[in-house]
């Protein structure tokens, strides 16, 4: 797992809002709103009546037509959903630290804040991110073809769309690889979901075969590249403009709003205020039966298409028709009869997921709310659960709270003759119940996480979990009440909500988390073959360990001492133990891991919290380990001064390479601050996030030109700070596509191999070059000054780069390099090479 070196992300404590227990572990319901006004509950009520449903596929996070699903599911009352195939692990972050696995994390929970706003809900393959691909043959390749059809296939199952809806031509183009192979996906499945030969398993599951009846590419969605050829060449053109009828906010603005909540991809400042206006959106059609006028033409969108739902659809016409905001609750009876009705319908996926909105109904109706709060949202396995249920009921409707269950506890949680069987009217009601939370539970970790992936896909075990966006719940229960002599039951999962005097009140959902977590300084630790070096572990103890022990554990030619250590620790105590780790002497690597024994039981976790203000808390407890790597490595200089740009990991590989690492802010980049230090570094994306730069690189350059070295890492060329990126003139503006090389095995040419970067105090060979993660690099100069020297030359399959990738220049007694090799993916993934051949950078001129 790519972490970077914190371990604990601690911008700001969110407010974790419970999510509604159902089929997708998500609220199901598009149009609910927080405040329950009978116009919300109204408009609920009708998206009830309606059976159409789209499902809009795409590759990314952000890759949606955030206003088409706000148009489907608030304005239509269409079930509307959006299918990510990957969960934008290989993207850039604008505004942290995580990559990889943990920046998946992140926009996971950012596409399903969007979804809240723009009221669609969200589902993801198993697919990883591995970065810009250039050829949909490529993302196949590496995403697993068959594994990512497959959960297409089982999500179009299970959410049984009447409609597909593709983000992208299924034209290759001028895009992303991975955008095209969503759209041949999608294609595919499309043409074998209603097959039951087709992934049988999933037919023995339950699921039932399903055929959408068409499969449309949003032409005007944002795929830029027009009409598909050899397609139907008819388009269909509808207006999507409008207003939510519950707020009156356009559907243009709660577009910008959900679109906002993809924050690390830099699109926090969008803000909402758009106009109710026109907006024209353009589809063609790639299979299934033509339409005309609707991409739902043709499709029943009513209770008519289940035996027996035309009395539904009568009973829910009258209730909509007699249905009075002021006083929802007159309604009632009437949702009650169509509940009985609709209780003698088969089982369905639909039709349960349409129970389960009707009784979201019944409840705002009554005005019943339900709570369950804990003391503490941190619980480890085996423990008891102490937890308060609270219960509230507006209406003067008669409702009698039953029971309190616990499902996966044998022993009554509460004792029933101390629950009232009338609820008073607007009186909170609250007893108190315990259950262990069984011994067996997972720890807290993203389900697609939990087992070590290839480069382009998760290994779930579970399968019924693929297609999910999150885990289930660590403990979920049930209220039970009798209304109307029918038996409702609201699910319920513990939170433990606490009161910030800045921020209000704030909800956590439960978390199972382990006593002790592990914890090493890096995730990488450099060895000289056949050299020992004390290595320490962190254990940070969240219950009181009276009599721990823990050891490492390394492949055969790594020798570790002692073989273990005893510890006890209190509840906060960080204890730090040391082993003496050798290295073999051949040039090798070995994943190193952690291992507590706490009474009895094993734990080799660590602990990673992730909080920023527009996500819930997100607990990560991936195994405790470091890659350690032996490897021939030199240094020049001693100290070095780094100076942060978006987030790497960079200032710690320095350290392990044995610099002193000093950081540095704009205002200490003048010669004389940065007088002694051998080099500076500067981190990613310099140029493009940090406001104190630009008008201090006159002062880096003195220092280049008084003999200092610089490595500036690379830069994006939209909102860049200044166009100075260095003493003379280079550029990366105007690429389009960005110039970059995305085959981490590309060939690379040696175009100065006198040069001292080649050389010294490393010997470059092509063998430094083999094992690279996910990319070469990105965002090459498309021009420079004569001064600069490219160093290399390489381009993936087919395509000619500009030698950009390292340029040197020597500027007055100075040394200055630009490179956009990406060291900061290569580094934290121990790749020996790019050590070396980064230490060569920061040793020029020494």
């Known amino acids: 797992m790519q972490r970077g070196s914190l371990r604990f992300r601690l911008a ?38 309606e059976l159409g449903s789209v499902l809009y596929i795409a590759a990314h996070p952000d890759d949606e037509n955030n206003q088409l699903l706000a ?102 183009g001028i895009t992303h690889g991975h955008h095209t192979a969503s759209t041949m996906i999608a294609q595919e499945a499309f043409k ?117 739902g035309a009395d539904i659809s009568k009973l829910t016409d009258d209730a909509i028709a007699q249905f009075k905001t002021e006083d929802p609750s007159a309604s009632v009876t009437a949702l009650l009869a169509i509940r009985a009705k609709l209780a003698a319908l088969a089982k369905d996926p639909v039709v349960d997921e349409k129970r ?134 609201i699910p319920d999962v513990p939170v433990q909500v606490t009161n910030d005097p800045a921020k209000g009140e704030t909800r956590r959902k439960l978390d199972a988390i382990s006593p002790v977590a592990m914890s090493f300084a890096n995730d990488v630790q450099l060895f000289a073959p056949g050299a020992s070096k004390p290595v320490e572990v962190e254990v940070t103890a969240y219950r009181s360990v009276t009599n721990g022990s823990l050891h490492l554990d390394a492949p055969a030619g790594w020798t570790i001492t002692p073989a273990a250590q005893t510890f006890k620790a209190t509840v906060g105590d960080k204890v730090k133990l040391t082993f003496t780790i050798t290295a073999p002497a051949q040039l090798t690597s070995a994943n190193v891991t952690a291992q507590a024994n706490v009474n009895g039981v094993t734990y080799s976790n660590e602990r990673i919290v992730i909080q920023y203000d527009h996500i819930p808390v997100q607990m990560l407890q991936p195994q405790a380990r470091f890659k350690a790597v032996s490897l021939d490595l030199a240094i020049r200089g001693k100290k070095v001064g780094y100076l942060p740009g978006a987030g790497d990991s960079i200032a710690a590989a320095l350290e392990q390479m044995g610099y002193t690492v000093t950081q540095l802010t704009g205002a200490d980049l003048t010669p004389e601050k940065l007088r002694g230090l051998d080099a500076v570094v500067l981190g990613v994306r310099a140029f493009n996030v940090r406001t104190d730069l630009a008008d201090n690189v006159a002062g880096l350059f003195a220092y280049v030109e008084q003999g200092g070295t610089v490595v500036a890492q690379y830069n994006r060329p939209d909102r860049l700070s200044t166009n ?47 094992g690279w993660v996910q990319e070469r690099g990105a965002y090459f100069a498309s021009s420079w000054d004569e001064h600069y020297i490219p160093l290399f030359a390489m381009s993936d399959p087919g395509e000619t780069q500009p030698s950009s990738s390292v340029l040197v220049a020597k500027y007055g007694q100075g040394y200055y390099v630009y490179t956009s090799l990406g060291f900061f993916r290569q580094l934290p993934a121990g790749v020996p090479g790019a050590y070396r051949l980064f230490a060569n950078l920061v040793s020029l001129g020494k």
């Open 12 to 49: 700001a404590l969110v407010a974790s809002g419970l999510a509604a227990l159902s089929l997708f572990a998500q609220a199901p319901t598009p149009v609910q709103t927080q405040d329950l006004t009978g116009v919300a509950i109204l408009q609920d009520l009708r998206s009830f009546r």
């Open 71 to 172: 148009y489907f599911a608030r304005g239509r009352y269409y079930r509307t959903a959006y299918l990510s195939l990957n969960r934008g692990d290989g993207g850039q972050n604008e505004i942290g630290p995580e990559f990889g696995e943990e920046l998946g994390v992140i926009r996971t929970q950012e596409s399903l804040a969007a979804r809240r706003v723009d009221g669609a809900r969200q589902f993801f393959s198993r697919a990883f991110d591995f970065g810009f691909s250039k050829s949909f043959a490529e993302t196949l390749r590496i995403w697993d073809h068959q594994q990512v059809l497959a959960d297409t296939v089982r999500v179009i199952r299970e959410f049984r769309p009447d409609v597909l809806i593709t983000r992208f031509s299924p034209i290759p």
């Open 192 to 308: 074998i979901s209603d097959d039951p030969k087709a992934f049988p398993e999933q037919i023995a599951e339950g699921l039932l075969p399903w055929q959408p009846k068409r499969i449309l590419f949003n032409v005007g969605g944002g795929g830029g590249q027009g009409v598909a050829d050899g397609y139907s060449p008819a388009v269909l053109r509808m207006n999507i403009g409008g207003s939510d009828p519950v707020s009156g906010e356009s559907f243009a603005s709660i577009a910008a709003r959900a679109r906002a909540n993809h924050k690390t991809q830099g699109f926090g400042n969008l803000a909402g205020g758009v106009g109710a206006g026109a907006r024209t959106e353009t589809f063609q059609l790639l299979d299934g039966e033509p339409a005309t006028t609707d991409v739902l033409d043709g499709v029943d969108t009513t209770w008519s298409r289940y035996t027996d």
């Open 356 to 489: 389960a909105q009707l009784d979201r109904i019944l409840q705002n109706c009554l005005g019943l709310t339900v709570e369950t709060t804990i003391p503490n949202a941190e619980v480890v396995p085996g423990e008891t659960l102490v937890m308060k249920h609270s219960v509230k009921l507006h209406a003067s409707f008669p409702v009698d709270w039953v029971a309190v269950r616990y499902p996966r506890s044998t022993i009554a949680p509460v004792a029933n003759s101390f629950i009232s069987k009338s609820l008073p009217v607007d009186k909170e009601l609250a007893i108190t119940g315990s259950a262990k939370l069984p011994a067996d539970t997972l720890l807290s970790e993203p389900y697609w996480l939990r087992a070590d992936h290839t480069p382009g896909m998760a290994r779930v075990d579970d399968d019924s979990l693929i297609g999910r966006p999150e885990s289930p719940p660590v403990y979920s229960l049930e209220y039970v009440f009798n209304v109307g002599n029918q038996t409702l039951v």
């Open 724 to 770: 100075q990126l260095g003493p003379y003139n280079l550029s990366i503006a105007g690429q389009a596509p960005p110039l970059r090389v995305t085959d981490e095995n590309a060939p690379v040419q040696f175009l100065a191999p006198d040069h001292p970067v080649m050389t010294t105090p490393n010997k470059i060979t092509l063998a430094d070059f083999d």
